[in-house]
Structures are given as C-alpha cells and as structure tokens.
C-alpha cells in the first residue's frame, strides 16, 4: 500500500467482486480494499480505517456509479443490524454470487481445472425463510432491550421486526417481546455480567407449526422466570414447550450445558422427508 495510504485516506474504487463476508472488494495500487457496503460493478468513494500489509479496509462513502444490480433493502435497519449483509442486492445477483463463490473456492484451493457447476436453485421464499432466531437481551436505562447485535460488536440495535424470520415465529417474537418488555426482569449487562435475561431463542417448525423456546439466563430459573414461560404457551398456542437455558460465562457463547424445561414439553415436532421427527 502506498506509505500516504494513511487512515482516512479517500480513496476511489472500481469493485471488481465480493468478499466472503458479503463485502465489496476492489484494488488500490495493487493493494486489495474491502469496502462494506459496496457491489460488484459499481464505482466508489471510501475512506480507509484499516490498513495491513497485503489489504485494507474501508468505509464507503459515495456510490459515484451504481450497480445495476443495487436495490433498496426492505429492511430498514440494514447497514446497522449485523444480520444480514447483501440485502441491497437483487435476489438474482444473490444466486450468481453464491454460485461463482463455489467456483472460486474449487478452483483456488482445490485447484480443480475446467469446472462445470450448475446454477443455483432459486427459494421460493427470498424472505421469511428462517426457522431459527437468536434474539440478545441488553439492559438500558431505558429498561430492558430486544434486538441484534451490530457487526463486529455487542452494540445492540433494537429489532421490531426481521424480514427473514418465518412469519409464525416472527408473530411469537412479536408477543414475548411484549411480554418481557413488560416483566420486572433485566436484560444481561456484559460489562458488569449483572441482569437475569441474555438471550431468547424462538425454533419454528414449520411443516407442523410448533414452536419451541428458549430463555437464557445467567441465573438458575426464577420464580419469575417461571411465571413468564407459562404466560409465553397461555399466550400462543403454537408455543408447545419453554425451556430454560442456565449461561452464566462472561464468553460469547449464546448456550451454556444445562437446561430446565419450564413449561409444556422439551422437544416439537417436524417433517423431514416425510418422517415425523422430534427436534
């Protein structure tokens, strides 16, 4: 990199591909830049806040020439939310970008030579497709916090609504969130690893509509934590059983060992290939 590539050097890009982690990469007097935020195809402004020997990383400031495969995401907290990173590109784009991320990597490391590899098979579901959702439980002054984590660090951004969550388990969210919300609990503060609530993980099956939830605490389960999972199944009848999960390590991990079913069962029901299977 040039030795005036200092930190919050401007800089102007041609994006020529995207990162593994769904960023914008383009070159730099050799130097490779990666720029979040940024598509293929599209020419931009950015300013670098990382720099290494062999690459660099920077904030895109202007898009001087959109991509035309650029689209406005449906989600407005896009860019905040570290959920989802390519939601600003046509569903299409998405797939010719998975697929091109096979050839690469089959190719490059595998050192395969004159590869055929099929398009990839479209969802008919772009959105509302997953069944699973890990929601951290902050505390604030304001009281108790739902939402996800910005990227790259434990900021919480608060999260009424996700477009990706299946549309049954979005609806549960929607009723515990209220729920908690309104409780005498409190959301976990790491920096002093005080607050009952951590996190709230809601697991959908979808083929037979039940629902299986998860509260972690840094505690063993209170009496008022009891009283919340019988509310949680009264309230929703796709809701077949509330489990405790007891995390109280300072870590990242969102699961610790053990659990306590609180109330209804410890498993659901789903299909898979046609058989009945307990998960």
């Not at 590869?115 to 772009?126: A, N």
């Not at 304001?142 to 999260?159: C, F, K, P, Q, T």
């Not at 009424?160 to 609990?185: N, P, T």
């Not at 934590?225 to 809701?239: C, G, L, R, T």
Request: hydrophobic share 35%.
């Amino acid at each position: 990199m040039p030795i005036n590539s200092r930190l919050g050097k401007k800089m102007e890009l041609d994006i020529q591909r995207l990162g593994i982690n769904g960023e914008g990469v383009g070159s730099w007097y050799g130097c490779t830049i990666f720029v979040d935020g940024a598509l293929p195809l599209e020419k931009v402004y950015a300013s670098l806040y990382e720099k290494k020997k062999n690459y660099g990383r920077a904030y895109l400031l202007n898009v001087i020439e959109p991509s035309p495969n650029r689209v406005d995401p449906i989600c407005p907290l896009f860019g905040k939310c570290g959920g989802c990173q390519i939601m600003h590109m046509t569903y299409e784009s998405q797939l010719r970008n998975k697929r091109q991320r096979v050839v690469d990597a089959l190719e490059r490391i595998g050192k395969f030579k004159d590869l055929y590899v099929e398009e990839c098979i479209p969802s008919p579901m772009p959105l509302a497709y997953r069944n699973k959702i890990q929601i951290p439980v902050a505390a604030s002054d304001e009281g108790i916090r739902l939402g996800l984590y910005a990227r790259n660090s434990h900021d919480l951004v608060d999260m009424k609504k996700c477009y990706i969550h299946c549309d049954l388990g979005e609806k549960v969210y929607q009723s515990i969130q209220e729920i908690i919300k309104s409780s005498s609990l409190h959301g976990f503060d790491f920096k002093t690893g005080k607050g009952e609530l951590r996190h709230l993980l809601i697991k959908t099956a979808v083929a037979t509509q039940q629902i299986l939830v998860i509260l972690v605490s840094a505690q063993m389960p209170t009496s008022q934590i009891v009283e919340m999972a019988k509310k949680i199944i009264n309230d929703n009848p796709s809701v077949k059983g509330v489990i405790h999960n007891y995390n109280p390590e300072q870590g990242n991990a969102v699961l610790g060992s053990l659990y306590t079913t609180l109330a209804g069962d410890d498993a659901i029901e789903d299909l898979l290939c046609g058989l009945r299977v307990k998960v």
